[in-house]
């Protein structure tokens, strides 16, 4: 088949792949490849056991693969062959040096960006998909263009706002695509080209373009929008659980004002994910680089709520467990940091697992799709105190507690009275997603303690 474009996207990731696939459906024309230097993660997007949980992701990829949709870890050829180049790498926030804690690791992307020009024998458009510091693709179009003979890259900004879970639905039916590009000529004919991509099934008053700044600064201002709503509820779920009111009460009062609205205001033990944190942090570190303390200060604050609710519910759980939770043996509901995924990054359960085994707990972890993850992220902890087990049932067995740690479908539907009869006496459950019904809980026999409204104890 003759393709009227070649897309390539480096990395295979979250962002990278579910993209490529939803392209690669909606364009058949359009020869689409995914390439990473991770083979194993290339040989399984080929299998019926893909590398990523997400609803939908299993139709999508079996629709195109093989037709207009294929994986390699050949990224050189790959490079060498496209028009436009989508980059999806890593970038995570630095452990070292300058910055370390706020600031994006950006090695990986450098990397990258010197490969892309080394294997380029004719012009590219390359676009920034990984979340990226503001004025990124400056850097990059100089990196590009350093010593390009008779080759010119046009640099791009097209920003995720991909939701973990309902991913497949947020490409397929985004609430806005947007494109960043330089004001120049040819920067808005690079923009019109990779419109032209979207254009096939996103309506084009959806499709946003901008200059190339706005369309980096949108991302971090939107997951940082985001967040600030979470802790700022988690706040007032931390009054309310003092003063006797109930933050869903509150969340729903105050979500009728329009000027509100209701998302994002669903107490809970905290956000997680490889987004939210990351890019507050990185948006922190750029208003102090850019002599801006009390914004950064103003920003830096999220992440302390969300990183202080996580230590409060254990503290919670301590407290009404008669102050000692050493030998005991407490059920963790879910470890994925939100429900249908199996993405374990920065979730509330990593922390709070780690601050159950310095309190010498014994912590059974279930989860339906994080177990491998959990292992993986809990391997540097004594494994003699805890245990990775499949069925919360069994989970339940034996335990001093039931903590709901993510907002599974499943959890809401399991017989709790089998489960209050498999556990030590007295029975407690700390509801940590606000998904049970504190009343009915509390009838079959539990001391239940949900965020944000009073508990219910039968001590």
């Not at 490409?171 to 032209?196: F, H, K, M, Q, Y």
């Not at 085994?357 to 004594?382: F, G, Q, S, Y």
Request: glycine share 6%.
């Amino acid at each position: 088949m003759e393709f009227v474009k070649k897309v390539l996207c480096i990395g295979a990731g979250y962002v990278g792949g579910p993209t490529m696939a939803v392209i690669a459906s909606k364009c058949p024309e359009v020869k689409v490849v995914v390439a990473d230097i991770n083979a194993k993660r290339i040989a399984d997007w080929q299998t019926d056991n893909l590398p990523i949980y997400e609803p939908g992701l299993d139709e999508v990829v079996k629709s195109a693969i093989g037709r207009n949709l294929f994986f390699t870890t050949d990224v050189a050829s790959a490079i060498a062959e496209a028009d436009i180049i989508f980059v999806s790498v890593n970038t995570p926030t630095k452990t070292f040096g300058i910055g370390a804690g706020k600031a994006s690791d950006l090695q990986y992307w450098e990397k990258t960006a010197r490969q892309i020009r080394e294997c380029s024998h004719s012009d590219k458009i390359v676009v920034e998909k990984s979340t990226l510091p503001v004025r990124t693709a400056e850097a990059m179009e100089r990196i590009l263009n350093a010593n390009a003979e008779h080759v010119h890259f046009d640099v791009l900004s097209n920003p995720e706002f991909l939701a973990e879970g309902t991913a497949i639905k947020d490409l397929l039916n985004p609430d806005r695509v947007l494109i960043g590009g330089p004001e120049t000529e040819r920067g808005r004919a690079a923009v019109e080209e990779v419109v032209s991509l979207y254009a096939h099934w996103v309506p084009r008053e959806r499709i946003l373009t901008t200059n190339v700044w706005s369309s980096e600064l949108s991302k971090l201002t939107a997951n940082a929008f985001l967040a600030q709503r979470i802790s700022s509820i988690n706040s007032i779920a931390a009054l309310c659980e003092e003063t006797g009111a109930n933050v869903e009460e509150v969340a729903h009062a105050i979500g009728m004002d329009k000027r509100i609205g209701p998302k994002f205001l669903h107490a809970s033990i905290g956000f997680g994910g490889s987004c939210f944190q990351k890019d507050i942090l990185n948006l922190v570190y750029l208003c102090e680089h850019f002599g801006l303390p009390e914004v950064a200060a103003y920003w830096e604050q999220v992440v302390s709520m969300n990183a202080h609710q996580r230590t409060r519910f254990v503290s919670n759980m301590i407290s009404k467990m008669f102050n000692t939770i050493v030998g005991k043996r407490i059920a963790l509901f879910g470890f994925a940091f939100k429900a249908d995924t199996g993405d374990t990054r920065e979730t509330p359960a990593l922390y709070v697992t780690r601050e159950l085994i310095e309190e010498r707990a014994h912590v059974v972890v279930t989860d339906p799709k994080a177990l491998d993850n959990a292992r993986r992220d809990l391997a540097d902890l004594p494994q003699d105190l805890i245990t990775y087990e499949p069925d919360p049932y069994k989970a339940a067995e034996g335990a001093h507690a039931v903590a709901i740690m993510t907002e599974w479908e499943l959890y809401k539907e399991l017989d709790y009275r089998r489960i209050y009869a498999s556990m030590e006496k007295p029975a407690f459950l700390f509801d940590g997603r606000n998904i049970l019904d504190v009343d009915a809980l509390y009838d079959i026999g539990f001391s239940v303690y949900p965020i944000g409204r009073p508990g219910k104890s039968r001590l």
